[in-house]
């Protein structure tokens, strides 16, 4: 984004360094997605074919071919096959409640299992790390941490890593200074917790002329990618991308319409509830997030949480160009909708509105200068030798409205590669 445009930050590494991980970590979690279309060059298909379109969503089809616009199957980490033990989706668009079927590919399902399957990893749940702990030379020897029971306890370590993500990697940082790192630790150049990028989000939603049955299918089933390149909008630089998201966004129950299509009691809403539901058509879409100085993570001077430390607090700003962008996105989802066969908007919110922390990013980002970034393209911190961060906090920039969770998991795999061979040169 900085050579090419002129903003942001550029990644130490490139795509086709990362891509072959992409692909291994696909086939650990089980990923559906289609042949042709994807806006991500592949050196390999994915692993299972794609899941059907929805019939709401083939509304948002035929909406975006009158726009001109592509629209495919959105890849997904849910089965359209049964794989690796693991059903195939059924459908009930519930994935944001945790999925019942254990077919959605989260980490539980996933990574964890088949590590714990190694007899070489341990999973303390119910603790809180309160402190990394620094020591000479360089290193860091451990964690302080309360276990379930309240009671401190420390945790000797060769390595850290630490994934808590853009919010709570720093703050963890920076509650770790101390005698050897006065300003936090790995904050040498300042520059833990800057650049916070956050979720720049749109969502569109309205009453569809049919009765569609929009409640049921797998969220975010459908996805367009013709903005998603960084010089896709004119005269904006940075993507974004949109797709179906009735039941991403909770239309998917009689409740969510009760709540914010249908208000009212009686007869007259149940009457009106049998005219509405099952039409609701959403579309959301996500956009790219530029770095800018008043967009930071840093400790609350006052808030603390209940064991006494500093809660992290975030500074958000949107610039110009995330306004203007914003603006842009608004204006597609709308025409989208009313090309899909909408008659009446009946809601509308985006990042302007409300923060949504669902994509955020940087905040320890990685990069070949110590001076300007917090880790190296591994992911290991410039000056602590054997301290790692393996979240989005590392990332230099978000995206066009790509989700983060298969590039975490990427650069997690890539990184472990590299430990490996550190632990085999001695250097870790
Ligand atoms: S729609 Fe989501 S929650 Fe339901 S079975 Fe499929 S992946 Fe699981």
Same mark, same amino acid.
């Given at each position: 984004?900085?050579?090419?445009?002129?903003?942001?930050?550029?990644?130490?590494?490139? +795509?086709?360094?990362?891509?072959?991980?992409?692909?291994?970590?696909?086939?650990?979690?089980?990923?559906?997605?289609?042949?042709?279309?994807?806006?991500?060059?592949?050196?390999?298909?994915?692993?299972?074919?794609?899941?059907?379109?929805?019939?709401?969503?083939?509304?948002?089809?035929?909406?975006?071919?009158?726009?001109?616009?592509?629209?495919?199957?959105?890849?997904?980490?849910?089965?359209?096959?049964? +794989?690796?033990?693991?059903?195939?989706?059924?459908?009930?668009?519930?994935?944001?409640?945790?999925?019942?079927?254990?077919?959605?590919?989260?980490?539980?399902?996933?990574?964890?299992?088949?590590?714990?399957?190694?007899?070489?990893?341990?999973?303390?749940?119910?603790?809180?790390?309160?402190?990394?702990?620094?020591?000479?030379?360089?290193?860091?020897?451990?964690?302080?941490?309360?276990?379930?029971?309240?009671?401190?306890?420390?945790?000797?370590?060769?390595?850290?890593?630490?994934?808590?993500?853009?919010?709570?990697?720093?703050?963890?940082?920076?509650?770790?200074?101390?005698?050897?790192?006065?300003?936090?630790?790995?904050?040498?150049?300042?520059?833990? %917790?800057?650049?916070?990028?956050?979720?720049?989000?749109?969502?569109?939603?309205?009453?569809?002329?049919?009765?569609?049955?929009?409640?049921?299918?797998?969220?975010?089933?459908?996805?367009?990618?013709?903005?998603?390149?960084?010089?896709?909008?004119?005269?904006?630089? %940075?993507?974004?991308?949109? %797709?179906?998201?009735?039941?991403?966004?909770?239309?998917?129950?009689?409740?969510? +319409?009760?709540?914010?299509?249908?208000?009212?009691?009686?007869?007259?809403?149940?009457?009106?509830?049998?005219?509405?539901?099952?039409?609701?058509?959403?579309?959301?879409?996500?956009?790219?997030?530029?770095?800018?100085?008043?967009? +930071?993570?840093?400790?609350?001077?006052?808030?603390?949480?209940?064991?006494?430390?500093?809660?992290?607090?975030?500074?958000?700003?949107?610039?110009?160009?995330?306004?203007?962008?914003?603006?842009?996105?608004?204006?597609?989802?709308?025409?989208?909708?009313?090309?899909?066969?909408?008659?009446?908007?009946?809601?509308?919110?985006?990042?302007?509105?409300?923060?949504?922390?669902?994509?955020?990013?940087?905040?320890?980002?990685? %990069?070949?200068?110590?001076?300007?970034?917090?880790?190296?393209?591994?992911?290991?911190?410039?000056?602590?030798?054997?301290?790692?961060?393996?979240?989005?906090?590392?990332?230099?920039?978000?995206?066009?409205?790509?989700?983060?969770?298969?590039?975490?998991?990427?650069?997690?795999?890539?990184?472990?590669?590299?430990?490996?061979?550190?632990?085999?040169?001695?250097?870790?």
């Amino acid at each position: 984004m900085h050579s090419r445009f002129g903003v942001g930050a550029d990644w130490p590494i490139s +795509y086709d360094e990362l891509e072959p991980y992409y692909g291994e970590a696909e086939r650990i979690v089980g990923v559906a997605g289609p042949a042709a279309g994807d806006s991500r060059p592949r050196s390999t298909p994915y692993l299972l074919p794609p899941h059907p379109l929805s019939y709401a969503t083939t509304k948002i089809a035929e909406g975006c071919q009158l726009q001109g616009l592509p629209f495919i199957a959105n890849a997904r980490a849910a089965l359209s096959e049964p +794989y690796d033990g693991r059903p195939e989706c059924n459908y009930c668009g519930n994935c944001n409640r945790g999925c019942p079927r254990t077919d959605k590919g989260s980490a539980d399902v996933t990574f964890i299992p088949k590590a714990r399957e190694t007899g070489r990893c341990e999973i303390l749940t119910e603790c809180h790390v309160t402190r990394i702990l620094a020591g000479p030379n360089d290193r860091v020897t451990g964690v302080a941490y309360r276990d379930a029971s309240g009671t401190a306890r420390i945790a000797d370590a060769r390595s850290v890593i630490v994934a808590g993500g853009a919010v709570e990697t720093p703050r963890l940082l920076l509650n770790s200074g101390g005698e050897f790192a006065p300003d936090g630790l790995a904050n040498e150049s300042g520059h833990v %917790g800057r650049h916070f990028m956050e979720t720049l989000h749109w969502t569109s939603s309205g009453l569809h002329q049919d009765h569609l049955g929009s409640h049921r299918g797998l969220p975010a089933d459908g996805i367009c990618w013709h903005y998603n390149a960084p010089d896709a909008i004119p005269g904006i630089p %940075g993507g974004f991308r949109f %797709g179906s998201a009735a039941r991403e966004i909770g239309f998917n129950g009689p409740v969510a +319409y009760a709540r914010r299509v249908v208000p009212g009691w009686g007869r007259a809403h149940k009457a009106a509830m049998r005219d509405a539901f099952g039409r609701v058509v959403s579309i959301s879409a996500i956009g790219e997030s530029l770095p800018n100085d008043a967009s +930071y993570i840093d400790l609350d001077p006052a808030e603390k949480d209940s064991l006494g430390l500093p809660k992290a607090r975030i500074h958000s700003h949107l610039g110009d160009g995330e306004l203007r962008r914003l603006a842009f996105m608004a204006q597609t989802c709308r025409e989208v909708l009313m090309a899909s066969g909408v008659v009446e908007m009946i809601e509308e919110f985006g990042a302007y509105d409300t923060f949504r922390p669902t994509h955020v990013f940087s905040t320890c980002r990685m %990069g070949d200068d110590p001076a300007d970034s917090v880790v190296d393209r591994f992911g290991c911190s410039h000056r602590w030798r054997n301290l790692f961060s393996a979240d989005a906090s590392v990332f230099p920039s978000s995206g066009g409205g790509e989700s983060p969770a298969l590039t975490i998991q990427a650069l997690a795999i890539r990184m472990a590669r590299d430990l490996v061979e550190r632990a085999r040169k001695g250097t870790l």
